[in-house]
């Protein structure tokens, strides 16, 4: 299940089972060099400014109406609340 350079690179465990040699095991998540370039690359893009949400009684009322009241019946499966299709 796996090569060796020569013969003396095989390892053998005290049950006799074969073990892979050190140079042969994977990495975790990659060099921390790296960390943080994604998002370090992206353009700031200022937060846009938003109509403010209902609190209390008002935001239950718009739950109800979008969930219960405004129900489109369609064939196929079910549309997520966050789908955005």
Avoid: C
Wanted: proline content about 6%.
């Amino acid at each position: 299940w796996w090569t060796s350079r020569s013969p003396g690179d095989r390892q053998r465990s005290e049950r006799g089972r074969r073990t892979r040699p050190s140079h042969v095991m994977g990495k975790v998540h990659g060099s921390l060099a790296r960390a943080g370039k994604v998002r370090g690359q992206t353009p700031k893009v200022d937060k846009q400014d938003k109509k403010k949400q209902p609190k209390g009684r008002a935001k239950k009322r718009m739950q109800y109406n979008r969930r219960f009241v405004n129900v489109v019946v369609g064939f196929g499966k079910k549309r997520s609340p966050n789908a955005n299709s």
